[in-house]
T-cell receptor, first 113, second 116 residues
Framework: AQSVTQLGSHVSVSEGALVLLRCNYSSSVPPYLFWYVQYPNQGLQLLLKYTSAATLVKGINGFEAEFKKSETSFHLTKPSAHMSDAAEYFCAVRNQAGTALIFGKGTTLSVSS | EPEVTQTPSHQVTQMGQEVILRCVPISNHLYFYWYRQILGQKVEFLVSFYNNEISEKSEIFDDQFSVERPDGSNFTLKIRSTKLEDSAMYFC??????????????FGPGTRLLVL
């Protein structure tokens, strides 16, 4: 069955520090993986996605993620955090039928100056 | 940039009342979805819709729920008789191709539903 686990419901970093948001997945089919960001009072916005091409995926706003099949992970990173990165981040995997997304619980990122 | 819109942004209703949540997907998209997020919990899939019929629904999407595309632009979620546990943020999404093709789903800002 498909599932996503996001380790850490809340991550705090200082401005300029590395951002690492963890996502592990379980999938009975080749996974398609997505990271979405949600800013306050806004919808979910796609940051990046993995759909079986390059394992290192670059997204918007300087974020990237690496698909590691052996570790069943798709962690999100950004070398240097900015105050505007404060938001909630969701990792998702496609369901088995490929008709919907299955989300993790989300990680709230706080950035302090 | 095209975006998915949802109305209302907030709705308060009494238990047992019917509510209709409205969504306007991106205009050239063909696949439509509803998700919900109960406070503090995961975003959960409710239903997907294509070619004027439901393609898949989750176990949450019981007989109290229905979806409709009443015209060429709107996509609605109806809850016939709301329960306290229906209180959640409801997200509409659309895509030009299905998730199976690796296509991105574009989400609206959500409707916060509170059932009293």
């Amino acid at each position: 069955a498909q599932s996503v686990t996001q380790l850490g419901s809340h991550v705090s970093v200082s401005e300029g520090a590395l951002v690492l948001l963890r996502c592990n997945y379980s999938s009975s089919v080749p996974p398609y993986l997505f990271w979405y960001v949600q800013y306050p009072n806004q919808g979910l916005q796609l940051l990046l996605k993995y759909t079986s091409a390059a394992t290192l995926v670059k997204g918007i706003n300087g974020f990237e993620a690496e698909f590691k099949k052996s570790e069943t992970s798709f962690h999100l990173t950004k070398p240097s955090a900015h105050m505007s990165d404060a938001a909630e981040y969701f990792c998702a995997v496609r369901n088995q039928a490929g008709t919907a997304l299955i989300f993790g619980k989300g990680t709230t990122l706080s950035v302090s100056s | 940039e095209p975006e998915v819109t949802q109305t209302p942004s907030h709705q308060v209703t009494q238990m047992g009342q019917e509510v209709i949540l409205r969504c306007v997907p991106i205009s050239n998209h063909l696949y439509f979805y509803w998700y919900r997020q109960i406070l503090g919990q995961k975003v959960e899939f409710l239903v997907s819709f294509y070619n004027n019929e439901i393609s898949e629904k989750s176990e949450i999407f019981d007989d109290q729920f229905s979806v409709e595309r009443p015209d060429g632009s709107n996509f609605t979620l109806k809850i016939r008789s709301t329960k306290l546990e229906d209180s959640a943020m409801y997200f509409c999404a659309s895509s030009s191709q299905p998730v199976l093709a690796g296509e991105t789903q574009y989400f609206g800002p959500g409707t916060r539903l509170l059932v009293l």
